[in-house]
T-cell receptor, first 114, second 112 residues
């Protein structure tokens, strides 16, 4: 069964450093997303991406965050200057075209900011 | 309360029993989805129900949706130890493109 692949599975970074989280969505999916889950809290929406541009973003997704689809397969989330409160599990997801189906999530990247 | 609140927060049952989890939400939705999350792992999509549907089945799963009460339930029949996980409802609001708003989840433990 097709999977969404995320790398790395765990990233430790120092406060103020830039991190890039990587995702390979399912190849025929057209919509891509990033969500995060702070330990013990709800899964929160960050951003959705379609046709090479952001289609929706949440208040969490401020100027410190950016997304990119640098080639035909990867979808990245960049955090420019990490803060302690950015520590969370970050999930990438993708979904098919115009019809509404469930999303396929990756296994997540656990980001720890120290 | 916020969009997407599940109850109970935790549920412990014996293998073979049925498990019922409930979800309530506040605003109009396009669809409601249920996901499972095993400890420390990703979210697995279980079932999607559209706002104009009342009930859906998938294997041992049965989902109902009552838009007048703004609530949904997930029933897992004949539970197995492998069903132990956290279960989340997630809504796509009317007017939203595809953003999922997750609830806080129900931790289900199925005892062998």
């Amino acid at each position: 069964e097709p999977e969404v692949t995320q790398t790395p599975s765990h990233q430790v970074t120092q406060m103020g450093q830039e991190v890039i989280l990587r995702c390979v969505p399912i190849s025929n999916h057209l919509y891509f997303y990033w969500y995060r889950q702070i330990l013990g809290q709800k899964v929160e929406f960050l951003v959705s991406f379609y046709n090479n541009e952001i289609s929706e973003k949440s208040e969490i997704f401020d100027d410190q965050f950016s997304v990119e689809r640098p080639d035909g397969s990867n979808f990245t989330l960049k955090i420019r200057s990490t803060k302690l409160e950015d520590s969370a599990m970050y999930f990438c997801a993708s979904s098919e075209g115009q019809k509404i189906y469930g999303y396929t999530f990756g296994s997540g990247t656990r980001l720890t900011v120290v | 309360s916020q969009q997407g609140e599940e109850d109970p927060q935790a549920l412990s049952i014996q293998e073979g029993e049925n498990a019922t989890m409930n979800c309530s939400y506040k605003t109009s939705i396009n669809n409601l989805q249920w996901y499972r999350q095993n400890s420390g792992r990703g979210l697995v999509h279980l079932i999607l129900i559209r706002s104009n549907e009342r009930e859906k089945h998938s294997g041992r799963l049965r989902v109902t949706l009552d838009t007048s009460k703004k609530s949904s339930s997930l029933l897992i029949t004949a539970s197995r130890a492998a069903d132990t996980a956290s279960y989340f409802c997630a809504t796509v609001l009317s007017g939203s493109a595809r953003q999922l708003t997750f609830g806080s989840g129900t931790q289900l433990t199925v005892l062998p």
